[in-house]
């Protein structure tokens, strides 16, 4: 049972459009969301993290949302690149540290 | 400074065989986590170790097993392979369980049951 769900599961944009990705939890025990982006052949790679007593979070082109009413957050990327092309994770955790992954979406950007 | 290092980066292995992986952390952090990663199940969390204690299992069967060294080192075993345990293994390492600086992890070992 998932209990992070991630929506949708691939996305294509042109150059300098804004991805959108969006999660939505049932566990308000989770207190620790972060986004992780994977690159073929690499481990995911901490990108931005939130907590629940914020709404909104931006580092450089990346901007979570946090909606703790509605059990959503999503990832915003600005100014999509082609380098931004990789697969992007969110998760959630609590106190049992362990992370709850959401299925990945694939993040296209066309020059 | 270095990153998260995991050997081996591939693997093949016959089904019945048992295999053992390692992650070195990075320096200073104490923290180690391995996930599982397939196509199918995505990211799959094994266990997470701190100070040589395991801390936290996740809903694997008993032939996955691990441990962590007082140098912060940890391995992690998998015995009677089937050909389900295919998949990229990650090892992650954060100074501490949840730290603010999120965990960081390896590039992965792939291993292949054949």
Same mark, same amino acid.
């Given at each position: ?5 991630? #929506? ?5 944009v ?15 025990? /989770?207190?620790? /969301?972060?986004?992780?982006?994977? /690159? ?7 990108? !931005? ?5 914020? #709404? ?7 901007? !979570? ?8 957050? #999503?990832?915003? !990327?600005?100014? #999509? ?7 992007? /994770? ?9 992370l ?12 | 400074?270095?990153?998260? @290092? ?7 292995? @016959? ?6 992986? =390692? %992650? =070195? ?7 180690? *986590? ?13 266990f ?30 998998? =015995? @009677?392979?089937? +050909?389900?345990?295919?998949? +990229?293994?990650? %090892?992650? *390492? ?21």
């Amino acid at each position: 049972q998932q209990q992070v769900k991630q #929506s949708p599961q691939s996305l294509i944009v042109q150059k300098g459009g804004i991805p959108i990705i969006n999660c939505a939890y049932e566990n308000t025990a /989770f207190d620790y /969301f972060p986004w992780y982006q994977q /690159f073929p052949g690499k481990g995911p790679a901490l990108l !931005i993290a939130i907590r629940p007593d914020v #709404s909104e979070k931006k580092e450089g082109r990346f901007t !979570i949302s946090f909606n703790k009413s509605a059990k959503q957050f #999503s990832l915003h !990327i600005m100014d #999509s690149q082609p380098g931004d092309s990789a697969t992007y /994770f969110c998760a959630a955790s609590m106190s049992d540290y362990k992370l709850s992954f959401g299925a990945g979406t694939t993040v296209t950007v066309r020059a | 400074k270095a990153g998260v @290092t995991q050997t081996p980066r591939y693997l093949i292995k @016959t089904r019945g065989q048992q295999v053992t992986l =390692s %992650c =070195s952390p990075i320096s200073g952090h104490r923290s180690v *986590s391995w996930y599982q990663q397939t196509p199918g199940q995505g990211l799959q969390f094994l266990f997470e170790y701190f100070s040589e204690t395991q801390r936290n299992k996740g809903n694997f069967p008993g032939r996955f097993s691990g441990r962590q060294f007082s140098n912060s080192r940890s391995e992690m075993n998998v =015995s @009677t392979l089937e +050909l389900g345990d295919s998949a +990229l293994y990650l %090892c992650a *390492s954060s100074p501490e369980p949840q730290g603010a600086g999120g965990y960081t992890f390896g590039s992965g070992t792939r291993l292949t049951v054949v």
